[in-house]
């Protein structure tokens, strides 16, 4: 049986999409709950999957990616709490102000924000707020509820947040129940229609990182009905890598402090932010002369700084990346990118770091991000085919690296890993094929680039060669090197 009735249910249930590239990452899910469940067929599972809701859910936790961390894009707890939330509270007749984290995951995120109102409004925040994290994956409800995290949770957190808001415990960290009180979870399907009274009428709900697990009608419908559960001057963030492919027309989107967010009670268009504040016709201010000319200079150089700005900030993050202060670069490659949103080698590095760390599943999807400005990013497919073949899913990654080299043939490191997953496969002639055009590519180039951001190699790249050629001399049975 085919994994095809499997992702149209799961589809159909939660809209969760699984193509050609994360298949594997089904088919393990379901070979794990065959085994609990002492299943002995696809058919048979598929049927308890049907008539059992408890058993889907397991199946799901097993499914998605549970990669968060507190505190993170910082810039939009700063606009939450010094922007939105004074203009909510201004304008609430009664009743506590209702902000949701949608797919909260395993609860870095609201209880981020429980952590910055109480920075901000003390312990009475929890009779100010009513903040709910929702999410379909009960496992991971279950770590939210308990609050106990481990090291790579606090990335780039500043100490003073740690130490004022969690307890050592043993090697992990428990968030102190003072915060802990201020937040509620809930379990839910958003792709699903029956959202309970709990989360309705919110005025800011958090939606980041999770749409990108969605196709774009899934996605649609998902912002279609979060949109529905915000009140009539609500406000909803997206990560900045999504926001702007869910501009299509159900809520404004605005921007506060430098953050672009969705906005249910204002319409105004970015074009219409852009234009001058001051009227041509209108003189400027007495004792403050501004000549056309030098005006004109300035608003050259402000572009000029504006538009320079991601790429000095890249390069500080690739300098962070290959000095090993990764949390620091991934910090710094998240600004490139909420900057300038289509900045590919921005959303490239952080894969590449993600990849270095071992944290697959986010570098994937942080890869298929950058992928959809450009479906045919070398770079993209090089970082999809090595992460295919970690998880030694060769076809996807023999796809990948051919895709690669479709778009530069001569891209030795696709040639190279195509070699080495035929050497796995023992297809001899392929493999001594890829590794005499590495050999070539190289000495004719006298280069080592390898079309990469930034990647940790598990050996010197100029060395390539000569491992190339000792894998000739093996396939040759010679024993020795190949001149």
């Given at each position: 049986?085919?994994?095809?009735?499997?992702?149209?249910?799961?589809?159909?249930?939660?809209?969760?999409?699984?193509?050609?590239?994360?298949?594997?990452?089904?088919?393990?899910?379901?070979?794990?709950?065959?085994?609990?469940?002492?299943?002995?067929?696809?058919?048979?599972?598929?049927?308890?999957?049907?008539?059992?809701?408890?058993?889907?859910?397991?199946?799901?936790?097993?499914?998605?990616?549970?990669?968060?961390?507190?505190?993170?894009?910082?810039?939009?707890?700063?606009?939450?709490?010094?922007?939105?939330?004074?203009?909510?509270?201004?304008?609430?007749?009664?009743?506590?102000?209702?902000?949701?984290?949608?797919?909260?995951?395993?609860?870095?995120?609201?209880?981020?924000?429980?952590?910055?109102?109480?920075?901000?409004?003390?312990?009475?925040?929890?009779?100010?707020?009513?903040?709910?994290?929702?999410?379909?994956?009960?496992?991971?409800?279950?770590?939210?509820?308990?609050?106990?995290?481990?090291?790579?949770?606090?990335?780039?957190?500043?100490?003073?947040i740690r130490k004022n808001y969690f307890d050592r415990q043993d090697n992990s960290y428990r968030i102190r129940e003072a915060v802990r009180e201020g937040v509620e979870f809930l379990q839910l399907n958003i792709f699903g229609d029956a959202y309970p009274d709990t989360v309705r009428d919110a005025d800011v709900i958090f939606y980041r990182n999770v749409s990108i697990y969605f196709e774009p009608a899934a996605q649609q419908h998902v912002f279609r009905n979060l949109a529905g559960l915000l009140s009539e001057k609500g406000?909803?963030?997206?990560?900045?890598?999504?926001?702007?492919?869910?501009?299509?027309?159900?809520?404004?989107?605005?921007?506060?402090?430098?953050?672009?967010?969705?906005?249910?009670?204002?319409?105004?268009?970015?074009?219409?932010?852009?234009?001058?504040?001051?009227?041509?016709?209108?003189?400027?201010?007495?004792?403050?002369?501004?000549?056309?000319?030098?005006?004109?200079?300035?608003?050259?150089?402000?572009?000029?700084?504006?538009?320079?700005?991601?790429?000095?900030?890249?390069?500080?993050?690739?300098?962070?990346?290959?000095?090993?202060?990764?949390?620091?670069?991934?910090?710094?490659?998240?600004?490139?990118?909420?900057?300038?949103?289509?900045?590919?080698?921005?959303?490239?590095?952080?894969?590449?770091?993600?990849?270095?760390?071992?944290?697959?599943?986010?570098?994937?999807?942080?890869?298929?991000?950058?992928?959809?400005?450009?479906?045919?990013?070398?770079?993209?497919?090089?970082?999809?085919?090595?992460?295919?073949?970690?998880?030694?899913?060769?076809?996807?990654?023999?796809?990948?690296?051919?895709?690669?080299?479709?778009?530069?043939?001569?891209?030795?490191?696709?040639?190279?890993?195509?070699?080495?997953?035929?050497?796995?496969?023992?297809?001899?002639?392929?493999?001594?094929?890829?590794?005499?055009?590495?050999?070539?590519?190289?000495?004719?180039?006298?280069?080592?680039?390898?079309?990469?951001?930034?990647?940790?190699?598990?050996?010197?790249?100029?060395?390539?060669?000569?491992?190339?050629?000792?894998?000739?001399?093996?396939?040759?049975?010679?024993?020795?090197?190949?001149?």
């Amino acid at each position: 049986m085919t994994l095809t009735s499997f992702k149209c249910l799961i589809k159909e249930k939660c809209g969760l999409s699984f193509d050609d590239s994360r298949e594997p990452i089904l088919a393990a899910g379901i070979r794990t709950r065959l085994l609990r469940r002492a299943v002995s067929s696809h058919e048979e599972y598929l049927d308890l999957l049907a008539r059992e809701p408890h058993e889907f859910d397991a199946l799901v936790s097993l499914l998605t990616v549970n990669e968060t961390y507190f505190l993170r894009e910082p810039q939009h707890f700063t606009v939450l709490t010094e922007q939105l939330l004074p203009d909510i509270m201004a304008g609430k007749t009664g009743g506590r102000i209702k902000i949701v984290c949608a797919g909260c995951s395993t609860g870095e995120e609201p209880y981020s924000i429980a952590i910055m109102l109480m920075e901000k409004y003390g312990p009475a925040f929890r009779s100010m707020f009513s903040v709910i994290g929702m999410d379909i994956d009960e496992e991971a409800l279950g770590r939210a509820t308990a609050g106990v995290y481990a090291e790579h949770s606090f990335r780039g957190v500043p100490e003073h947040i740690r130490k004022n808001y969690f307890d050592r415990q043993d090697n992990s960290y428990r968030i102190r129940e003072a915060v802990r009180e201020g937040v509620e979870f809930l379990q839910l399907n958003i792709f699903g229609d029956a959202y309970p009274d709990t989360v309705r009428d919110a005025d800011v709900i958090f939606y980041r990182n999770v749409s990108i697990y969605f196709e774009p009608a899934a996605q649609q419908h998902v912002f279609r009905n979060l949109a529905g559960l915000l009140s009539e001057k609500g406000y909803l963030f997206l990560s900045s890598t999504e926001t702007f492919a869910h501009n299509i027309g159900i809520l404004s989107l605005v921007e506060k402090g430098g953050v672009y967010i969705y906005s249910k009670g204002v319409e105004v268009r970015i074009e219409e932010r852009r234009k001058p504040s001051v009227s041509p016709d209108r003189p400027a201010a007495p004792g403050l002369p501004v000549p056309a000319k030098n005006a004109a200079v300035a608003e050259k150089f402000k572009a000029m700084r504006i538009k320079d700005e991601p790429h000095t900030l890249f390069d500080k993050a690739l300098l962070l990346a290959e000095a090993k202060k990764y949390d620091e670069a991934l910090q710094l490659a998240e600004r490139v990118v909420e900057l300038q949103p289509s900045f590919i080698k921005a959303y490239m590095l952080r894969a590449g770091i993600l990849l270095n760390l071992e944290k697959f599943g986010e570098a994937e999807a942080v890869c298929r991000c950058g992928m959809e400005y450009d479906p045919l990013c070398l770079e993209g497919n090089l970082l999809l085919g090595l992460l295919a073949k970690v998880r030694s899913d060769f076809a996807e990654a023999r796809k990948r690296f051919k895709e690669a080299l479709y778009v530069d043939a001569a891209c030795w490191v696709a040639h190279f890993y195509l070699g080495e997953i035929y050497r796995f496969e023992e297809d001899e002639e392929r493999a001594c094929r890829e590794f005499r055009i590495v050999i070539k590519l190289l000495e004719e180039q006298s280069s080592s680039g390898h079309g990469l951001t930034f990647l940790s190699f598990p050996f010197p790249v100029e060395q390539i060669v000569h491992l190339c050629r000792h894998n000739l001399a093996v396939r040759r049975g010679s024993g020795r090197s190949v001149d």
